[in-house]
């Protein structure tokens, strides 16, 4: 993947197969600590203990399209080729959750890239799912949550309207900007 | 969250839209492949040209959606197009620049674009 933000949408949409209704994303840019940490949590259906295990091995899948399921392999191998860490838990009918901690200042980390079009992307999947979503940069933080959008759109307008996702995607972007004082 | 006025607008715009957007026999559905497989080729940006240029164009008869992995990862990122009445229509290994290319000859106008179906990428 090009972009870190790519590896999140692809999480989350482990989320959404796995029937989640809520997940919620953090992304915290911690320069001072030199660590970019990125974790996605649901309350999907989860995996039990023994699958767990060995979910991290590509040949662990439940896909039936093809022999290997890359996602998650591919989001560790990306956080630990720069030094950073990776781990997931899960609890079958609860669900699944996972952290991946990229080093900083690694020349082989991928930028985060476009986290405004990932949510969009995202939202756009599953419309009825809810998301948080909480961006820090150092100690700025914002939080965005679809539930207040649906508040102000009422039943009638399905977030997956294309006006609405643009909002929001732009919404996000400039909030993003904010925090990060163009440091982006 | 600030700024919520603004979508307040965005909702008393898009109602009146709402109602011409029903899901019916006559809506075109558009449906885009967003597994890693996709995602990794460029699916997002596919997508994103998708969704500008409809809404761009205003064009209220059509419903674009995301699916899982297909089971052909090397033609990534593909786009089926569901015309009302008529086959299936697979393009493959799209970017942004041919997404927007296939809303203004397929949706708009109804025109299969032969060299970016997956017939065309067969044949090489
Ligand atoms: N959030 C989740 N909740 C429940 N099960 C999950 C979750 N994430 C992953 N899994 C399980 O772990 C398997 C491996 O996930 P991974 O993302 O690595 O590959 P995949 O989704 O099968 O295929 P790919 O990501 O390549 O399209 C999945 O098939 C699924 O069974
Ligand atoms: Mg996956």
Known sequence: MVEISLHVLDIVQNSIKAGASLVEIIIDENVADNLLTITVSDNGCGMDSEFLSDVTNPFRTTRTTRKVGLGISMFKSAAELTGGSFEIWSELGKGTGLRAAFVYDSIDRQPLGDMASTMSTVIHANPDIDYVYTHSYNHNTFEFDTREIRTVLGSEISLSQPEVLKWIENYIKNEIENICGGAI | ?124
């Open chain 2, 1 to 124: 969250m600030k700024s919520l006025a603004e979508l307040e607008q965005i909702r008393k715009q898009t109602l009146a839209k709402v109602n011409l957007r029903k899901e019916d026999d006559d809506s075109i559905r558009v449906v885009v492949g967003m597994a890693t497989c996709g995602i990794a080729a460029g699916a997002r940006p596919v997508m994103k040209a998708i969704m500008d240029e409809i809404e761009k164009r205003n064009i209220s008869n059509c419903y674009v959606t995301q699916t899982g992995c297909i089971g052909l990862c090397r033609l990534e990122p593909i786009v089926e197009v569901y015309l009302p009445g008529s086959e299936k229509i697979t393009y493959v290994k799209m970017d942004a620049d041919k997404a927007a290319k296939i809303v203004n000859e397929t949706i708009v106008n109804g025109k299969v674009v032969n060299e970016y179906t997956i017939g065309a990428a067969k044949e090489n």
